[in-house]
């Protein structure tokens, strides 16, 4: 009997031992892990921030300098607004062929001009339009790139309709199309 009851220790002391080396391995493993996690990944400190590309003069960050342009983005172009619309113009694109070619407008309209021109389906009359043939009163408009750009106004448009400081809002509008310019 003695016999049995040392073979029965022995194999408690070898499963204890067994558990011992594992949990050691195991500790290890876990400890280079964590040291090689913390090694490689870098300080806040030692971190510099990406510089920021500092815009050039020709392309501003904003191209609509705060509201002072309308910004047609679809089109890479902008229309410098008179201050008394400034930031307050928005525009619906459309396309349409005439006898003298293929257009595309962008239709303005203004807050200013509500309750008079509600929405871009009340459409004031007042379109920025590009063309990649001169119109044929290309007089008044700008060649930029591959395109002529100029305004056709409307006059049956619901711009008839607006008086005073409205109707000088919208006349200077229609004048300041005339400055557009590209924006990239």
Not at 25 to 35: D, K, L, P, Q
Not at 106 to 131: H, M, W, Y
Request: charged share 20%.
């Amino acid at each position: 009997m003695t016999s049995k009851e040392s073979s029965s220790g022995f194999s408690v002391v070898w499963v204890i031992v067994v558990l011992l080396v594992l949990a050691a391995i195991g500790f290890t493993g876990w400890s280079v892990a964590n040291r090689k996690d913390t090694t490689t990944s870098p300080t806040p400190t030692a971190q510099t921030p990406a510089p920021v590309p500092s815009p050039t003069p020709s392309q501003p960050a904003d191209p609509s300098e705060a509201g002072k342009y309308l910004v047609i983005k679809e089109w890479g172009v902008r229309v410098l607004l008179p201050s008394s619309l400034k930031g307050n113009v928005f525009y619906a694109l459309r396309e349409f062929d005439e006898s003298d070619g293929h257009f595309e407008a962008a239709d303005l309209n203004s807050k200013l001009f509500q309750p008079e021109c509600r929405d871009t389906a009340a459409d004031p009359g007042l379109d920025v339009i590009r063309t990649p043939t001169p119109h044929d009163g290309a007089a008044g408009f700008t060649h930029l790139g591959d395109f002529w750009y100029g305004s056709i106004w409307g006059k049956d448009g619901c711009s008839k309709f607006l008086t005073g400081p409205k109707a000088d809002a919208f006349n200077e509008l229609r004048h300041s199309i005339m400055t557009v310019e590209a924006t990239n």
